[in-house]
């Protein structure tokens, strides 16, 4: 399925704050990804926090702490979550990971590199903020999607977090997703109200992944820790996650496999 490539498209997920709903998006977008025939490996970039495999549900007892730490093979740690899903999870509350240096950072996305040849799609969920981690997974990635919400905070800080990636790192063309809106309007009027700043303080411009209603199956499936595009399909929030996962998919010159069942 996947085009002649040395690498496939790494899409790096962040937010300048926590609690935007980061990993809920990566893991459902991962599951949407991989339902259209898409080779998908979701990494836990969230190194001394890692939440995927909470949220997926996932009991595992190996993550890339072993990888960093005692060399283990990375595809030794991987999860196959379902059909053309990979995760590979992170350690979580070792304080030794999330404050990894510049020389473990660069170890484990060369050990990654051999790895990720096998898949189409990439995804990385790092932790928020700009930590050292957050920079480099953003560094190694060929595309940035930054998860703001209409709260004045999220906005602050991810307008922080692209203002570092794009003055210290040179990283441009980042895609917008608005969580959490009210209506469509509402984040439109954020999305734009962040392009003029990025565009007049950066001289970036930014392009629109696509909003994501507030909608209460969300939580249902993060307490049943499923992923909403499974639990409630119909929802809005599962209609906008596969909305996303198609431009994606076509960003990325595929073609569905002979086995995808179109969504209705």
């Known amino acids: 399925m996947r085009p002649a490539q040395k690498t496939p498209p790494i899409l ?13 998006f990566c893991v459902n977008l991962a599951t949407a990804l991989a339902e259209k ?26 993550t890339l702490r072993e990888t960093v730490e005692q060399g283990c093979d990375p595809a030794n ?22 404050g990894l240096n510049q020389k473990g950072q660069c170890s484990l996305t060369t050990v990654l590199e051999p790895l990720i040849k096998d898949f189409d799609l990439v995804l990385v969920d790092t932790a928020a903020g700009i930590g050292d981690s957050v920079l480099w997974f953003n560094q190694w990635a060929s595309a940035n999607i930054i998860i703001l919400t209409p709260d004045p905070t999220s906005l602050t800080d991810g307008y922080a977090l692209m203002k570092v990636l794009a003055s210290r790192h040179l990283k441009k063309g980042f895609q917008l997703v608005i969580n959490n809106v009210k209506s469509k309007q509402e984040a439109q009027d954020t999305f734009t109200n962040m392009a003029a700043v990025l565009g007049r303080f950066l001289q970036e411009t930014p392009s629109y992944l696509g909003p994501l209603p507030k909608d209460t199956k969300v939580i249902q499936a993060i307490r049943s820790q499923k ?28 073609q569905a496999g002979p086995d995808h069942q179109p969504y209705r």
Do not use: W, Y
């Not at 970039?45 to 190996?62: E, T």
């Not at 740690?77 to 999330?98: C, D, H, R, T, Y």
């Open 77 to 98: 740690i991987m999860v196959e979550v379902q059909k053309n899903l990979f995760v590979l999870p992170a350690s979580s509350g070792v304080p030794e990971m999330a």
């Open 37 to 62: 025939g898409a080779r998908t490996l979701l990494i836990d970039g969230d190194l001394g926090l890692g939440n995927v495999d909470v949220v997926l549900g996932l009991q595992v007892n190996h």
């Open 12 to 24: 790096c997920i962040s937010s300048g704050k926590g609690g935007v709903g980061k990993t809920t």
């Open 227 to 254: 992923p909403f595009v499974h639990a409630s399909p119909d929802c809005p929030a599962a209609r906008a996650i596969r909305s996303m996962a198609s431009h994606i998919f076509t960003q990325a010159g595929l």
